[in-house]
């Protein structure tokens, strides 16, 4: 039986994931979408239904399963409800605004008694960063003691501050490092430079080991997202972010899209496939919502430690049985 998916949210990632569902996932159908502007609704939904609000796409008998991509400070209200009418969702980053909201996500799943909210952390699914995680599982470089991330946008609007920065960007290094390491962060160190980018932001393991993210919003060349993974016994990064190679005009090199939906369009459809086959009754695979809160809970702190410049020991608690 085919999953009916509906999408909240038909901006940039919302349009994507609407086309993902329609062209490119086995096991389930876009049955329609809601957006607040008709004309984007209408063009995502693509003949599909226009719901009027989120609320009747959510308790429509014909969707099964929900994908979040309004904006950032409807995601954990809109989750809520989902799980009140016991449907599966997929919500993109962040969970929350804030760790109290995100933990409030956790709460009414844990009350519901059955995992039902994957975070929209696609980096997970992306296979540069899975084969980095194998080899390190493997043992193939020895003891990690450092992770390098580089996390550069072409360009921000003027109006995106370093708050935004990290509670927009940051975050998904701080779910990808935790998820590549294993390992749980205790403290965190940044520094920024003119008009906070960019950001400079250490944090360090309960093992010991040092992760650097590089976050640069205006970096002007293209979106360009990297990371290196230090062992006692090797090194293990991602490759080259384009096919190909050119040669031109006296130069050669490697292309660089304009923003994140081409470099990780792979992962997002083999998140989408692999969501779907959880929602009809598999394994959740991705974030769970104790990582999207993890994830706001320390962005929360880092900006704090943004503000105050100190040397911050990062707290968010233990991960309940729930989340195993
Ligand atoms: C954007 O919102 C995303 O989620 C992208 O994945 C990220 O790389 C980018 O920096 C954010 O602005």
């Known amino acids: 039986m085919s999953l009916g998916v509906a999408v909240i949210g038909t901006g940039v990632m919302g349009a994507e994931h609407a086309r993902v569902l329609r062209e490119e996932t086995p096991g389930a159908h876009l049955v329609g979408v809601y957006d607040a502007d008709a004309a984007r609704a ?17 308790a429509s008998d014909r969707v099964d399963a929900i994908v979040v991509s309004s904006p950032d400070a409807t995601h954990a209200t809109l989750s809520r409800t989902c799980i009140e009418l016991g449907k599966p969702v997929l919500c993109e980053k962040p969970l929350a605004s804030s760790a109290a909201e995100a933990l409030t996500v956790v709460e009414a799943e844990i009350a519901h008694g059955r995992r039902l909210i994957q975070v929209g952390y696609m980096r997970r699914f992306d296979r540069g960063y899975q084969e980095m995680k194998r080899v390190r599982e493997a043992g193939g470089i020895g003891q990690p003691v450092l992770l390098h991330n580089i996390h550069r946008n072409a360009r921000a609007p003027e ?24 390992s749980e962060m205790t403290s965190v160190q940044i520094a920024a430079g003119p008009n906070e980018d960019p950001l400079m932001i250490t944090m360090q393991t309960e093992k010991g080991e040092i992760v650097s993210t590089e976050i640069f919003m205006n970096a002007t060349y293209g979106y360009h997202v990297h990371a290196e993974l230090i062992g006692r016994e090797g090194t293990v990064a991602l490759g080259p972010p384009s096919f190909t190679i050119t040669n031109r005009n006296g130069a050669g090199g490697v292309s ?13 459809r083999r998140q989408m496939s692999q969501w779907v086959k959880a929602a009809s009754g598999g394994t959740a695979t991705g974030a769970s ?35 195993a």
């Open 159 to 182: 109006w995106f501050t370093g708050q935004m920065s990290i509670t927009n960007s940051f975050v998904h290094e701080i779910d990808i490092s935790r998820w590549l390491l294993g």
């Open 256 to 268: 660089y899209p304009e923003n994140w939906v081409p470099r990780f369009q792979d992962a997002y």
């Open 289 to 323: 919502a104790w990582d999207g809160y993890v994830a706001s809970a320390i962005a929360e702190q880092v900006t704090e430690a943004l503000v105050s410049r100190r040397a911050t020991t990062l707290n968010y608690g233990r991960r309940p049985a729930f989340y």
């Open 42 to 58: 209408r063009a995502a939904a693509a003949g599909t239904v226009v719901f009027p609000d989120p609320h009747s796409l959510i």
